[in-house]
């Protein structure tokens, strides 16, 4: 009788372990919620696949076919180029402006500073017409070396969120790394990934979402 009810007492533990397991793994998404000032760094994306999910948790990809996620290896390793090095001071460390100084480009700078677009699940730029916008803000910056740019990346509405906020990351830090490749002080360039939030259009069709597609920059021109 004692080793029947031990036996009952094991294996009713060993199922609320289980089910302890399970709600982890399955609730690992929701845990990374975004938000409009989330900075949502290469730190941030390694912490995220460093976190324990299992393969596959969280990327069943909306109905649109021409949709696919990214696979697990793809999140993990395709981040920002690692051999550009990083800025050395933090946004509003060190003479460099804060976040709310710096704005959308206007009059010749939006002329300079325009978006870049990007295909379904994509983060490079091979388009020449993007790959030559690149050059001419390459240029202007390292003319203006007080000239300060966040490249924001984003996505359109469709996956996951926090598949959106790591491919919104790698965009972002794509157009950076080309940019310091051009010669641009890596100092003057920083990053964030706002995913799917704040898109510029609105609807739900793909029009809109090639353009939501976008990095994005903004600047702090100190002329």
């Not at 596959?56 to 180029?81: R, Y």
């Not at 730029?125 to 803000?137: A, F, P």
Request: hydrophobic share 30%; with cysteine; glycine share 8%.
């Amino acid at each position: 009788m004692k080793k029947s009810i031990v036996r009952v007492c094991f294996w009713s533990l060993c199922a609320l372990l289980a089910t302890g397991c399970q709600k982890k793994s399955g609730n690992i998404w929701d845990d990374n919620q975004t938000g409009a000032q989330y900075k949502y760094s290469e730190q941030n994306a390694s912490a995220l696949w460093n976190s324990g999910a299992n393969k596959g948790d969280g990327l069943a990809g909306p109905l649109d076919e021409e949709f696919v996620p990214l696979n697990e290896e793809d999140l993990k390793t395709q981040f920002a180029d690692r051999s550009v090095p990083q800025p050395s001071r933090e946004l509003g460390e060190g003479g460099v402006p804060k976040a709310e100084q710096f704005d959308n480009p206007k009059g010749e700078l939006a002329s300079i500073f325009r978006p870049v677009f990007f295909n379904t699940d994509e983060h490079t730029v091979k388009n020449k017409e993007y790959l030559d916008s690149i050059r001419r803000i390459a240029s202007y910056m390292k003319a203006h070396p007080n000239t300060y740019v966040i490249i924001e990346g984003y996505c359109d509405e469709r996956g996951p969120e926090a598949y959106n906020l790591s491919l919104g990351t790698r965009r972002a830090g794509f157009v950076r790394s080309l940019l310091v490749k051009e010669g641009v002080n890596p100092d003057q360039l920083h990053t964030i990934s706002y995913g799917k939030e704040k898109p510029f259009a609105l609807g739900h069709d793909p029009d809109s979402w090639s353009q939501n597609r976008r990095a994005h920059f903004r600047v702090h021109d100190k002329r």
